[in-house]
Structures are given as C-alpha cells and as structure tokens.
C-alpha cells in the first residue's frame, strides 16, 4: 500500500487564534471527510498511523489540534472557557463544510475527553456533522484531582486563573501497555502535562453543560470501548451515550483493549470496523 504524507496546516479563528492540524488527501476519490479532535493531554501526532490508513480508504482526514496544545504553542494549557473551544470547533467545521464537493458525508471523531467537545458542541448548534465516531470518549472518568487539589484549582481559578496544574493523567501505563508506546509518551514534547486553573475548572463545567442541557442526537453514532480502559467507566460511559442517542448508535467493544487504541498490538482491527461503519452508513 502507497505511503500517505500528510501537511501541517492552520486555520485562523474569528478570534484571532492559529489552530493547527494535520491534512491528509485521500487515495482516489474521496468518500467524506473525517475531522478529529484529541483528549486533554494529547494531540494529533499520537494518531498518524490510523489517520494515514482512513486517507488510503478513500477519506480526506483532517486532526485538529486544541488550542493550547499539540502543534498549538500560543497560551499552553489554556482557554478562556470551554465555550471558546466549542466555537474553535464549530468555525473549523464549518469552514470544512464549505470545502466539500458533492455529497460526501462530514463526520466528527472524537477521542477521550474530545468527546466532552463533541456532544457540547452539538447541544450549542446542531447538525455541523453528519455522523460521530467516539473513541472511549471522556464523559465518565474514573480519574480525577484529589479533594486537596480541587480545592487549589477552584481557588486559582478565582485569583490566578491562569496558574498551571498537573493534569492527572501523566502515568503513560494509564494509556497503553505498549512498552514502545509508554516510552514515546513519557518522552513526547507535545503531550499536555498541565493546564490552567480556568481550562480545569471549566472542563467540570462542561460536564453540567451536557448534562443539564442534554440534547438528542439523530446522526450516527459509533462508540468504541476499551475492555481494559484505565482511564474511563465503561458502563457509565455506555449509559450515558445512549441518553444522548436517538438515531444509529453502534458499540465495540474490545475486551483486550486499553484507552487509546493507536497503541494497541493490532489496530489495524478497530481502524477496518471503523471503516466498514462508515461505508455501511454513508453508502453512496
């Protein structure tokens, strides 16, 4: 199979910020466009692999990187509010839009705490995109900040709002069992090891975002679910999804499995499900 070079590009938002993200054209004609959006500590180099196989099955892949992470240097760690990222979202999709000929489907993929994003932005404006696909999405974590240090980020989120904490999730063990792959994340300049207070804060409040003004989603949705996932409840996470779903909803899971499938000894299988969902959607 041919090799698929990708180019690093950017989008400027209303707001003045310089998103970056990863192009990948797609072999022959394309069947649709797969935007994705990362977690909380990483970005798009993490997922090249499976975003370069999507572009050989015949789709145009764009990954965006948060502001504030990845590729995205300027206030590292930080957003004024989760309502910014939703936006940074919603005027990247829709600039997308604008970008597709014919009728080929635009669809979001969402991994970990992306998913928080995700269905947030769809309660804030609806139908942007024609289906989700959720990588053990973060709506139900099983890991948070202790009492001690929730008390320090509510307190900075007052009077230094910008102070850095540590995000709770720097064991690389919590992502994958690959020793290859726990030595490139203990070693990746561009994971995410700390955010604001306000980023923080406001990723709680993103959580009663979606909770009190959950909305029913029509368009497809494909959820996959790692057996072995350290970082997300399973049950909870399978539960609340389906509150959320009134349309197609499809669940994988696999039993094996830890949180972030790229590193996984064969991902290759979860990357062929992904596609045969795709073409059993969005036939022509």
Same mark, same amino acid.
């Given at each position: ?5 990708? /180019?690093?590009? @950017? ?10 993200? =990863? !192009? ?30 999507? &572009?050989? &099955? ?6 965006? *990187? =948060?502001?504030? @992470?990845?590729?995205? /240097? ?6 004024? @509010?989760?309502?910014?990222?939703? +936006? *940074? ?28 994003? &995700?269905?947030?932005?769809? %309660? ?5 995109? *024609? ?18 240090? =929730? ?19 720097? +064991?690389? *063990? ?13 070693? +990746?300049?561009? &994971? ?14 993103? +959580?009663?975002?979606?909770? %009190? ?18 970082? %997300? ?9 389906? =509150?959320?779903? @009134?349309?197609?909803?499809?669940? %994988? ?5 830890? !949180? ?9 299988? !979860?990357?062929?499900?992904? /596609? ?9």
């Amino acid at each position: 199979m041919v090799d698929t070079p990708f /180019e690093i590009a @950017s989008f400027v938002t209303s707001g003045g910020y310089k998103l970056h993200y =990863r !192009h990948f054209q797609p072999v022959g004609i394309s069947k649709g466009t797969i935007v994705f959006i990362h977690g909380i500590q990483s970005h798009g180099g993490w997922y090249e692999t499976s975003c370069k196989k999507f &572009a050989q &099955a015949g789709y145009r892949v764009l990954f965006l *990187d =948060r502001r504030g @992470s990845g590729l995205n /240097e300027v206030s590292r760690g930080d957003s004024p @509010s989760f309502r910014t990222l939703l +936006d *940074d979202l919603k005027e990247f999709l829709q600039h997308q839009r604008k970008e597709i000929t014919g009728s080929t489907p635009l669809i979001l993929g969402a991994i970990s705490w992306g998913g928080k994003i &995700a269905f947030g932005l769809e %309660i804030r404006i609806a139908n942007l995109v *024609d289906g989700f696909i959720l990588l053990a999405p973060g709506f139900c974590p099983k890991i948070q900040p202790t009492r001690k240090e =929730r008390f320090f980020i509510a307190l900075g989120s007052l009077f230094s709002p910008r102070r850095l904490f540590n995000i709770p999730l720097n +064991d690389p *063990d919590l992502f994958t069992s690959n020793p290859v792959a726990q030595k490139f994340l203990k070693e +990746d300049p561009f &994971a995410l090891r700390k955010a604001t207070a306000r980023f923080l804060l406001d990723s709680v409040r993103l +959580d009663f975002y979606l909770r %009190i003004f959950r909305t029913k989603i029509s368009k497809p949705i494909l959820l996959l679910i790692a057996g072995q996932d350290k970082i %997300i409840d399973n049950e909870k996470t399978i539960a609340f999804v389906k =509150r959320f779903s @009134s349309g197609s909803l499809t669940i %994988i899971e696999y039993p094996k499995a830890h !949180h972030t499938f790229e590193f996984e000894p064969e991902p290759q299988k !979860h990357i062929e499900e992904i /596609e045969e969902w795709l073409q059993a959607q969005f036939k022509k």
